[in-house]
């Protein structure tokens, strides 16, 4: 599986970004999908995952309620939905599959794309 995240860019504090991550190949039903970011000179962070059908969801708490998760397995698309932006939210986020209907482990990555908060 081949990712490729979008939707990055620069927004002011509680604006709100829709981030995607396209899926290339047949498969992208199997797989569970998840958003990580890294801010600059911080580890790599767990935002959120949902499983293959969409029907479980998990979330940071530094996003929860802030933030959802979705996709769309017809268009071989994830989301994340981004809401009420904090300056601290600025990273490069970066999307993950994950093989099998719940989110164990990132077997794929995709490049990552800038988020930046402005205050």
């Known amino acids: 599986v081949q990712l490729q995240a979008s939707g990055g860019g620069l927004v002011q504090t509680g604006g709100s970004l829709r981030l995607s991550c396209a899926a290339s190949g047949r498969t992208f039903s199997s797989y569970a999908m998840g958003w990580f970011r890294q801010a600059p000179g911080k580890e790599h962070e767990f935002i959120a995952a949902?499983?293959?059908?969409?029907?479980?969801?998990y979330y940071a708490s530094s996003v929860k309620g802030r933030f959802t998760i979705s996709r769309d397995n017809a268009k071989n698309t994830a989301y994340l939905q981004m809401n009420s932006l904090k300056p601290e939210d600025t990273a490069v986020y970066y999307c993950?599959?994950?093989?099998?209907?719940?989110?164990?482990?990132?077997?794929?990555w995709g490049q990552g794309t800038l988020v930046t908060v402005s205050s």
């Open positions: 993950a599959a994950s093989y099998g209907s719940r989110w164990l482990k990132a077997d794929y």
């Open positions: 949902i499983s293959d059908i969409g029907s479980t969801t």
